[in-house]
Every structure is written in structure tokens, then in C-alpha cells.
Nanobody
Framework: QVQLVESGGGLAQPGGSLMLSCVVS????????MSWHRQVSGKERELVAR???????TYSDSVKGRFTISRDSDKNTAYLQMNSLRLDDTAVYYC????????????WGQGTQVTVSS
């Protein structure tokens, strides 16, 4: 059974930092492209950052220069370091894993709430 378990969400002040973690089990971590998404109630889920199985990284324009995605194969974990947080970063953040072949299933974590407030 594939599981993705996020942690690290919480409350931060504007300009502050948080780091999210996503631990993967039940599947070979090295075969997965990993990504972080976020969703605000009533809006569509949006891609924040992606790191491929071979280390290629992309960011959405809204977080470029502030967030850093990384992965640790020894720990089967993906990370999202969030710096210079803004009020509009408030959302539920989801971890996603997907293998690189057509019709590959998406694996999602349960989500972790990030609230940026003064």
C-alpha cells in the first residue's frame, strides 16, 4: 500500500519560514516524480513545485525564489522549504508522487495546513 504522509504545516508570520516533509512508503521512492501542490477552499489545487526522479526542478512563478523543493532518497522523503512567507501562501499543502509512464496513477498525501497570519 502506497502512503504519502506530510508533516510540518502550521502557523507562521509573514516573512517567516516553514518546512514541509513528505515521507513515502510502499513504493520505490526513486521511481517517483515528487511535487507539492496547494489548495485554498473554493479554488482549484495548484502546482507549487516539482522535482523529477532525476532531479529536475520547476517552480510556479508565485513561489520562485522563496520556496525550495528537495528530496532525500535515503529517507524516502521530499521536502518543501518555504521562506519569506506571505499571507497568500495560506492553503492546504499536498504532496504528490507519480511515476513516469502514461496513465501512471497519482499518489497523494492527506494534506497539511499552512496558515500565514500576523
Amino acid at each position: 500500500q502506497v502512503q504519502l504522509v506530510e508533516s510540518g504545516g502550521g502557523l507562521a508570520q509573514p516573512g517567516g519560514s516553514l518546512m514541509l516533509s513528505c515521507v513515502v512508503s510502499g513504493i520505490s521512492f526513486n521511481t517517483l516524480h515528487m511535487s507539492w501542490h496547494r489548495q485554498v477552499s473554493g479554488k482549484e489545487r495548484e502546482l507549487v513545485a516539482r522535482i523529477s526522479s532525476y532531479g529536475i526542478i520547476t517552480y510556479s512563478d508565485s513561489v520562485k525564489g522563496r520556496f525550495t523543493i528537495s528530496r532525500d532518497s535515503d529517507k524516502n522523503t521530499a521536502y518543501l522549504q518555504m521562506n519569506s512567507l506571505r499571507l497568500d501562501d495560506t492553503a492546504v499543502y499536498y504532496c504528490n508522487g507519480r511515476r513516469n509512464f502514461p496513465s501512471a496513477p497519482d499518489y497523494w498525501g492527506q494534506g497539511t495546513q499552512v496558515t500565514v497570519s500576523s
